[in-house]
C-alpha cells in the first residue's frame, strides 16, 4: 500500500492522506495532480511515476509530493514546485532539503493547535462578491478551465446547476487522470454561488471535497452536501452517500423525486443559448482588442450568479408579499420554466426555507 515517506511538521495528523495524495488506479498513467480534503484543510499533490530496474520496486517508482493548506485558492501558485520536487524527489530519493525550505518560509499559514483555520476560509463562500473584487476565485484552475466545462458538458450544466443549487451531494466519477476532474469539481461549486445578503443562514454550505476514496467513506456518510470526484467506480453502488453521480457527461440520480431535473426544458435551452452568445461576444470584444480585462472565467461566474441572483431576489420578494404567491409569470421573470421547473422551485423553496404559495398548477391537458 501507500506510505508517508516524509513530512513537516512530523507531528501533524496526516492519516489516510497517503491515499488521498495518489488517486487509486495511478499506476496506469505517468503523472497528475490532485486537490483533496484533509480535515479542516485543502490538499494539492503533484503525482509521477517513474519506470526503474529494480525488483523491491516491481519496475516502478511512483511518488506524491503534496501541501496542505486552510485555503485551496492559493494551492494552483505552487503547482510548478511540486511538480519539479516529485521528478527530483523520483530521481534522487531521500534529499528533502528544498522541501524543508519550503517549509519554512511558508509554514505561518497552517491552522492553529485546535484545528482552527488561522488564515482566512475558502473565499468561495464569502457572502458578497463583485467581478473586480475576486481575483481568489480564478486562480484554483488554469485558464480555459471553465470553457472546458461547458463544453464538456453542455446543456447538462444546467442540470448540474440546479442539483448545486440545491445543495446535492454530487459525485463525479472519472478514472484517472484526476486533475481535470478536480477543476470540474470546482466549477461545479461555482454554478451554486449567491451575492444577496441574508440569504440562507440554515442552508449547508456546498463544499468542495475535490478527491474522496473509499477511505473517505465514514467521513461522506456525514456529510448532507458536497461535491466530489473519485476514480473508484465502487462507489456507484454505494448509494446512501451520493444524490446525483456523474459519469463522463452522464448525470443520473437515483432519487425518484429528483428525476424530474434531470430533463432539459426550453428554459434551460434558452439560458444556454445566451450563455454562448455571451462567450461569443466576449470572444469577438478580444478579438478586436476592445477588451482585454474580462475573461471567460469571469462571465461564466457572474452568469451563474446573476441567474442565481434573480431567483432568490424574486422569491424573497414573494415571502414579503401581502398574499406570498408565486405564479407563473414570476417563474418566467426569473428565467424558469413554470411547469418544466416546477420540482426545482418545489425543493428549492423547501431547502432555503422560503415561505412562499406556488401557485402554478400542473396541465391536465395540452
Same mark, same amino acid.
Given at each position: 500500500? %501507500? /506510505?508517508?515517506?516524509?513530512?513537516?511538521?512530523?507531528?501533524?495528523?496526516?492519516?489516510? *492522506?497517503?491515499?488521498?495524495?495518489? #488517486?487509486?488506479?495511478?499506476?496506469?498513467?505517468?503523472?497528475?495532480?490532485?486537490?483533496?480534503?484533509?480535515?479542516?484543510?485543502?490538499?494539492?499533490?503533484?503525482?509521477?511515476?517513474?519506470?526503474? =530496474?529494480?525488483?523491491?520496486?516491481?519496475?516502478?517508482?511512483?511518488?506524491? *509530493?503534496?501541501?496542505?493548506?486552510?485555503?485551496?485558492? !492559493?494551492?494552483?501558485?505552487?503547482?510548478?514546485?511540486?511538480?519539479?520536487?516529485?521528478?527530483?524527489?523520483?530521481?534522487?530519493?531521500?534529499?528533502?532539503?528544498?522541501?524543508?525550505?519550503?517549509?519554512?518560509?511558508?509554514?505561518?499559514?497552517?491552522?492553529?493547535?485546535?484545528?482552527?483555520?488561522?488564515?482566512?476560509?475558502?473565499?468561495?463562500?464569502?457572502?458578497?462578491?463583485?467581478?473586480?473584487?475576486?481575483?481568489?476565485?480564478?486562480?484554483?484552475?488554469?485558464?480555459?478551465?471553465?470553457?472546458?466545462?461547458?463544453?464538456?458538458?453542455?446543456?447538462?450544466?444546467? $442540470? !448540474?446547476?440546479?442539483?448545486?443549487?440545491?445543495?446535492?451531494?454530487?459525485?463525479?466519477?472519472?478514472?484517472?487522470?484526476?486533475? $481535470?476532474?478536480?477543476?470540474?469539481?470546482?466549477?461545479?461549486?461555482?454554478?451554486?454561488?449567491?451575492?444577496?445578503?441574508?440569504?440562507?443562514?440554515?442552508?449547508?454550505?456546498?463544499?468542495?471535497?475535490?478527491? *474522496?476514496? $473509499?477511505?473517505?467513506?465514514?467521513?461522506?456518510?456525514? =456529510?448532507?452536501?458536497?461535491? #466530489?470526484?473519485?476514480?473508484?467506480?465502487?462507489? =456507484?453502488?454505494?448509494?446512501?452517500?451520493?444524490?446525483?453521480? *456523474?459519469?463522463?457527461? +452522464?448525470?443520473?440520480?437515483?432519487?425518484?423525486?429528483?428525476?424530474?431535473?434531470?430533463?432539459? +426544458?426550453?428554459?434551460?435551452?434558452?439560458?444556454?443559448?445566451?450563455? +454562448?452568445?455571451?462567450?461569443? /461576444?466576449?470572444?469577438?470584444?478580444?478579438?478586436?482588442?476592445?477588451?482585454?480585462?474580462?475573461?471567460?472565467?469571469?462571465?461564466?461566474?457572474?452568469?451563474?450568479?446573476?441567474? %442565481? +441572483?434573480?431567483?432568490?431576489?424574486?422569491?424573497?420578494?414573494?415571502?414579503?408579499?401581502?398574499?406570498?404567491?408565486?405564479?407563473?409569470?414570476?417563474?418566467?421573470?426569473?428565467?424558469?420554466?413554470?411547469?418544466?421547473?416546477?420540482?426545482?422551485?418545489?425543493?428549492?423553496?423547501?431547502?432555503?426555507?422560503?415561505?412562499?404559495?406556488?401557485?402554478?398548477? %400542473?396541465?391536465?391537458?395540452?
Amino acid at each position: 500500500g %501507500n /506510505m508517508v515517506e516524509w513530512c513537516l511538521p512530523q507531528d501533524i495528523d496526516l492519516e489516510g *492522506v497517503e491515499f488521498k495524495s495518489m #488517486a487509486s488506479g495511478s499506476h496506469k498513467i505517468q503523472s497528475d495532480f490532485i486537490y483533496f480534503r484533509k480535515g479542516l484543510c485543502f490538499g494539492l499533490a503533484c503525482f509521477a511515476n517513474m519506470p526503474v =530496474e529494480s525488483e523491491l520496486e516491481r519496475g516502478a517508482r511512483m511518488k506524491s *509530493v503534496g501541501i496542505l493548506s486552510p485555503s485551496y485558492t !492559493l494551492l494552483y501558485r505552487y503547482m510548478h514546485f511540486l511538480e519539479n520536487q516529485v521528478r527530483h524527489q523520483l530521481e534522487m530519493p531521500g534529499h528533502y532539503s528544498h522541501l524543508e525550505a519550503f517549509y519554512d518560509d511558508k509554514k505561518g499559514v497552517l491552522p492553529d493547535s485546535k484545528g482552527t483555520p488561522t488564515s482566512q476560509q475558502p473565499v468561495h463562500w464569502l457572502p458578497s462578491i463583485h467581478r473586480y473584487m475576486y481575483p481568489e476565485m480564478k486562480i484554483t484552475h488554469p485558464a480555459g478551465c471553465m470553457s472546458q466545462f461547458i463544453k464538456f458538458f453542455g446543456e447538462q450544466i444546467l $442540470v !448540474l446547476w440546479k442539483f448545486a443549487l440545491l445543495r446535492k451531494r454530487i459525485l463525479i466519477f472519472s478514472p484517472p487522470p484526476v486533475g $481535470v476532474v478536480c477543476y470540474r469539481v470546482y466549477c461545479c461549486c461555482c454554478l451554486a454561488n449567491v451575492s444577496l445578503p441574508g440569504l440562507g443562514g440554515t442552508v449547508p454550505e456546498s463544499k468542495p471535497f475535490f478527491y *474522496v476514496n $473509499v477511505a473517505d467513506i465514514e467521513m461522506l456518510e456525514t =456529510e448532507v452536501s458536497y461535491v #466530489a470526484c473519485t476514480t473508484e467506480k465502487i462507489f =456507484e453502488e454505494k448509494r446512501d452517500l451520493y444524490d446525483v453521480y *456523474v459519469d463522463n457527461q +452522464n448525470v443520473k440520480t437515483h432519487h425518484e423525486h429528483l428525476q424530474p431535473l434531470l430533463k432539459i +426544458n426550453s428554459a434551460d435551452k434558452e439560458k444556454y443559448r445566451r450563455l +454562448n452568445d455571451q462567450r461569443q /461576444m466576449l470572444m469577438y470584444s478580444q478579438e478586436v482588442g476592445e477588451d482585454c480585462s474580462s475573461c471567460e472565467e469571469d462571465l461564466f461566474i457572474l452568469f451563474f450568479m446573476e441567474q %442565481n +441572483n434573480r431567483i432568490f431576489q424574486t422569491l424573497m420578494e414573494v415571502s414579503a408579499s401581502q398574499d406570498k404567491t408565486l405564479t407563473a409569470d414570476h417563474a418566467r421573470g426569473m428565467g424558469l420554466d413554470p411547469q418544466g421547473d416546477r420540482n426545482f422551485l418545489m425543493d428549492l423553496l423547501e431547502v432555503y426555507g422560503i415561505d412562499v404559495m406556488l401557485v402554478i398548477d %400542473n396541465p391536465c391537458c395540452t
